[in-house]
Nanobody
Framework: QVQLVESGRGLVQPGGSLRLSCAASGFSFSQTPVNWVRQAPGKGLEWVSMISSGGRSIDYADSVKGRFTTSRDNAKNTVYLQMNSLKPEDTAVYYC?????????WGQGTQVTVSS
């Protein structure tokens, strides 16, 4: 059974930092790219970042480039999203997602709130 479970939700002040984790199980994690996607209140889905299966290729949305860092530990079947210099507009539910043989799998999401 494929599972993606995000953790690390929290309330943080503007300029603060937070690290999200995505723990995967039920598939060949080390051979699978993982994306982070977010959804702000009342808005659509926004792609945030992608990390390749081996972690050598990483890409970010312009809105988070230079502030967010994604990494992975294939030995732990986990992907991370380190978020620094957070802004109120980063407030959203954050999801990790992977495409397996044409089918998209999503975690349940974790809430990040940036507010003073």
């Amino acid at each position: 059974q494929v599972q993606l479970v995000e953790s690390g939700r929290g309330l943080v002040q503007p300029g603060g930092s937070l690290r999200l984790s995505c723990a995967a199980s039920g598939f060949s994690f080390s051979q699978t790219p993982v994306n982070w996607v977010r959804q702000a209140p009342g808005k659509g889905l926004e792609w945030v970042s992608m990390i390749s299966s081996g972690g050598r290729s990483i890409d970010y949305a312009d809105s988070v480039k230079g502030r967010f860092t994604t990494s992975r530990d294939n030995a732990k079947n986990t992907v991370y999203l380190q978020m620094n210099s957070l802004k109120p507009e980063d407030t959203a539910v954050y999801y990790c997602t992977s495409d397996l043989a044409g089918e998209a799998y999503w975690g349940q999401g974790t809430q990040v709130t940036v507010s003073s």
